[in-house]
């Protein structure tokens, strides 16, 4: 008997069957969103190709059964159904045509019964083989399409951040001048009226109007200088000017800006540079900005108590500075995110909620340009300590980055 015919001419019964098994099965949920032709395509050269390999006197050759189980695994990698899907697809074949041959009379001696069980399941099998194959060769295909994708945003993302960070710089830059205008004037009639007090007995609200705009002014103008000094570190367009400094005059200047700030909240301000180096080859002007900032943070954070600042040369290579305050701390679960720009370890009614978030951002840019490090030593209520080791000559640093590049 030819078990090839019977499958030929059962063919639609057998499509039309597994189609339905395949749709009602729940572990196949890639058809939920497939229509009926969609879930059959393919499936008849697929039945086609096992009724000729099942063929007594038609050339019996896999080749056929190999092409069209190519191609389904392909169509269902486009359609986006899971390997166990496939799987669970062929195995409800094998179901059906076995059934449908088990309720037919058959006209066959048991040789050619089992002959041809055995050739219904090494096709079905060489058919999972083969689609699968082709299925993982179409999901390959389409992950390196994806990666490719990905690469594209990527690039597009990035020249977007640097477009957008170039963008922000100029209207920092734009911002800045007409700003510093405003505060320029507003400060010279705030002085000018002043100097003018018999004049001014009826105007105490326009006065205390012009310092709001002041304040704020000089807030806004802050937070632009802060950003801009941040974009320039990750454009990579600081650059160090190191030169020979005398490291007790530079805290002094210092000193002598944020003196005024701490003795405003009463806050003793102590230092203890006796075993300070007496120079080093820094850049002054990045130094400066290091302890202000330090200092700045320190007295902002602190209602009541001391600051204590402390210089000392480590090693011939290296010295260090602190800043110790008796501020409100920082968590330990926030200490790492500080030194990211606009983050604040406060709430907005904390001590010192005004402040930009940029400050030690920069501090941490600063040191790691300088090639040193930065430690903190913190805990809620009892205060912070910030230590800055820096090594002594910025040039040796510039030679010995200068080498590694070449």
């Known amino acids: 008997m030819d078990f090839s015919q019977t499958l030929i001419e059962k063919n ?5 069957r597994w189609v339905e098994a395949v749709y009602q099965d729940p572990q196949i949920e890639a058809t939920n969103e497939l229509t009926f032709k969609a879930v059959r395509d393919s499936l008849p050269q697929v039945l086609k190709a096992l009724a000729t390999v099942l063929s007594e006197s038609a050339t019996s050759d896999l080749q056929t059964v190999v092409d069209a189980s190519l191609e389904h695994g392909r169509i269902r990698a486009e359609q986006g159904f899971e390997p166990a899907e496939i799987a669970r697809e062929y195995r409800l074949l094998r179901f059906v045509i076995f059934s449908l041959l088990e309720n037919d009379p058959i006209q066959a001696s048991p040789v050619e019964m089992l002959r041809a069980v055995r050739l219904i399941d090494t096709v079905i099998d060489e058919a999972i083989a083969r689609c699968f ?45 007409p700003l510093t205008s405003i505060i320029g004037y507003a400060d010279l009639f705030l002085r000018q009226h002043r100097q003018q007090e018999s004049e001014l007995k009826d105007s105490p609200a326009n006065l205390e109007s012009i310092e709001r705009v002041l304040r704020s002014g000089r807030l806004i103008l802050r937070l632009i200088n802060d950003t801009l000094e ?4 990750d454009a990579g367009k600081m650059k160090l ?40 080859i820094i850049d002054p002007l990045r130094v400066q900005q290091i302890i202000t900032n330090l200092l700045s943070n320190a007295i902002r954070y602190t209602e009541s ?13 290296l010295w260090a500075i602190s800043v110790q305050d008796s501020g409100i701390g920082i968590p330990l679960d926030a200490q790492t995110e500080i030194f990211k720009p606009y983050v604040r370890a406060v709430s907005d009614r904390s001590p010192g909620a005004d402040g930009t978030g940029l400050g030690l951002a920069i501090v941490s840019r600063l040191v790691e340009l300088m090639r040193g490090e930065i430690k903190l030593v913190s805990q809620p209520g009892q205060g912070s ?20 590049t070449s």
């Open 241 to 280: 000017q190191p030169t020979l400094s005398d490291i007790r005059g530079l805290i002094n200047s210092v000193l002598e800006i944020v003196e005024p700030l701490a003795r405003a909240k009463e806050l003793t301000l102590s230092v203890d540079c006796e075993r300070a180096p007496d120079r080093a």
């Open 230 to 233: 941040i974009s320039r570190y």
């Open 385 to 404: 300590t910030f230590t800055v080791i820096l090594p002594l000559d910025a040039i040796a640093y510039e030679d010995d980055k200068a080498d590694i």
């Open 305 to 317: 108590g001391s600051i204590n600042l402390k210089c000392w040369q480590i090693s011939q290579q």
């Open 133 to 177: 194959s082709s299925y993982t060769y179409g999901r390959l295909q389409e992950l390196k399409q994806l990666q490719n994708q990905l690469r594209l945003t990527n690039q597009e993302l990035t020249r977007l951040i640097r477009a957008s960070k170039d963008s922000m710089s100029q209207l920092a830059h734009e911002l800045k001048t």
């Open 12 to 16: 639609d019964a057998i499509i039309d």
